[in-house]
């Protein structure tokens, strides 16, 4: 109504009233409105809207800018971290996983499907490529949404994981020559990257595997619980934070021989 009161955060009640023999139809439900970004006093936190689920996120440190898959809306998020508002969304079919590279200069995007995509953060502009199909193996081929990560690397390498129904397979693929390689190894955890890309970390069963990137080759350190998970890797990958040591809920510092620290 044009002088209904303003208000904000109310209870609403929707009546339809039906043109037919048959008794209206009520429903109540709360209107939030949500304040604008740059809107909360007082708070060091914000809300920014991509009007869906984002996946994964990764931060460009020389443009200020956040990078978010929104697979419900096929296309990565731009965020400025000044403005903190959308300012571009890059439409990319079933971006499922981002990552940045060292130098800032690109951010790849892991899909629903073999096609994988490196941002520019400078023009923002996405390029195309294509995973050999020879890569995958057994329900790869069928589906890769359920728990799919891709990692860059310090070599200008890319470490994919393609993981399906409890199953999972790991990956490094060379996007100058389109060569990709299957790692042999059963770790079904989640991979975390050090923050210069030489190493990445995953445990499964009672070890953990450090995929090392200038020796191409993965070592096995054991004594991890069955169900832990490396939550965060430091800079050179001389640290890690792991769950499950005492509990699930317990998060421990160790070093990269699995000392307590």
Known sequence: ???APVQQNVSVTLTGTPSGS???ATAQF???VTQPPGSLA???????STAGTPSSGTYDRVHNLIFVSNPDWNRVDVISNVTHKIVKSVPIRGAISVDITQDSSLVWVQTMTPQVYAIDTTTLQATHYTIPATGFTGAELNLLDVRDRILALSDGTVF?????DGATQFEVWNPQTNQLTVLETSQDGYPVRSGDGAHVFSIGGSSISIYDVAS????FVGGVPQYGSVVAVNQDGSRLIMTGFTSLNTMT???????NL
């Open 30 to 32: 709360f209107a939030d």
């Open 253 to 259: 510092l160790f070093d990269r021989n699995l000392n």
């Open 22 to 24: 048959a008794p209206p």
């Open 216 to 219: 191409k080759t993965i070592n």
């Open 1 to 3: 109504a044009p002088h």
């Open 42 to 48: 007082n708070s060091r936190t914000d809300y920014v």
């Open 160 to 164: 994919l994981d393609f993981g399906y």
